[in-house]
């Protein structure tokens, strides 16, 4: 099985490496100066697809932190001309061993009414903002955190149908504009060849979970985090994921976790479970612990690890009609 590399910054890991004083500046640039490599993406997705721009206004910093207390779900459901929504609570458990998760089941009207956003509104590396701030900026309804693109520089990146970045190195995740997705290898082929196929969305992270309706196997045992600033992601932890029922109907799960009694959090094939229960024939993990978290109606619905919202570099959003 081809190994796959999940990077997540861990700020605990740097700070060992700048306390220690080797390649403090390295450290600096790798891991938190910001490297921007498209100033305005609304324009510059506006000028690849002919169409006019309206850039966001938004802006955040990357350290910020909001200290959001117990959710409140305003509302459960939302329809609009783009998408039917629907989000649900689920407990599994008891005790210590009790798990927390939320499921957003959406129909959408056309595959392109699933939507990826930049921090800032910027595409580059260590750009990060809440998810509340960029889904907000981006007149989103329903956010959740997406792959955390900008902590890696390789990849495949196409957002909203156009290209950011095209170096693929792991197993990735493809929505096309059919309402398909499927699970690729990003080193078999380019972005190019995707844009041919109809690729609208791809995401670069994993591992895939679910496959022609079936837990893939070995998901629990795959090493992932080698770099420096990183650490297993396996065991029980806060996760994200994204499965495709059918065309153009996607449920996307939130788990909680590093809480006992509360939600203790689900390991790879426990998520891969959940998805499968739900009815995902495919399914993908997206960038987890402390920045898993769904944003609906204004509202930070689960209750993220690290006590508020983490800031990230992107998110998968639906725009409210």
């Avoid at 900008?150 to 957002?159: A, H």
């Avoid at 109907?249 to 998805?275: E, F, K, Q």
């Avoid at 993990?285 to 619905?301: A, H, I, P, R």
Wanted: net charge negative; no cysteine; aromatic share 8%.
């Amino acid at each position: 099985m081809k190994k796959r590399v999940k990077h997540s910054l861990i700020a605990g890991g740097v700070a060992v490496l700048l306390a220690a004083g080797g390649g403090t500046a390295w450290a600096l640039d790798r891991f938190v100066v910001p490297h921007v490599v498209v100033s305005d993406v609304a324009a510059y997705e506006a000028a690849q697809n002919g169409t006019a721009s309206a850039s966001p206004t938004a802006s955040a910093s990357a350290d910020a932190t909001s200290t959001a207390s117990t959710p409140v779900v305003t509302a459960t459901t939302y329809t609009s001309d783009d998408a039917a929504i629907s989000i649900s609570t689920h407990t599994q458990g008891t005790g210590d061993a009790t798990v927390t998760y939320y499921v957003a089941d959406i129909t959408l009207s056309d595959a392109t009414a699933l939507r990826s956003a930049f921090a800032n509104n910027q595409f580059g590396e260590n750009i990060t903002a809440l998810v509340s701030e960029t889904a907000t900026a981006n007149g989103a309804v329903f956010a959740v955190n997406g792959d955390y693109y900008g902590f890696r520089d390789s990849g495949i990146v196409i957002r909203n149908g156009v290209v950011f970045r095209d170096d693929g190195a792991r197993e990735g995740l493809v929505f096309y504009k059919d309402g398909t997705a499927a699970v690729y290898d990003e080193t078999q082929t380019s972005a190019a060849e995707l844009l041919a196929d109809g690729a609208w969305n791809t995401l670069s992270f994993g591992p895939a979970l679910v496959e022609d309706g079936a837990v893939v196997s070995g998901i629990d045992d795959v090493e992932i985090d080698t770099n420096i600033g990183n650490h297993s992601i396996q065991g029980e932890q806060p996760r994200t994921a994204i499965g495709v029922i059918d065309e153009n109907h996607i449920v996307i799960v939130v788990v909680d976790g590093r809480s006992p009694g509360y939600s203790a959090g689900v390991t790879m094939s426990g998520l891969a479970d959940i998805m499968v229960s739900l009815g995902a024939t495919t399914a993908y993990n997206l960038d987890g612990g402390g920045s898993s978290e769904m944003w609906f109606n204004g509202t930070v619905v689960n209750k993220p690890s690290n006590g508020g919202e983490r800031a990230t570099s992107d998110i998968l959003y639906i725009a409210a009609g």
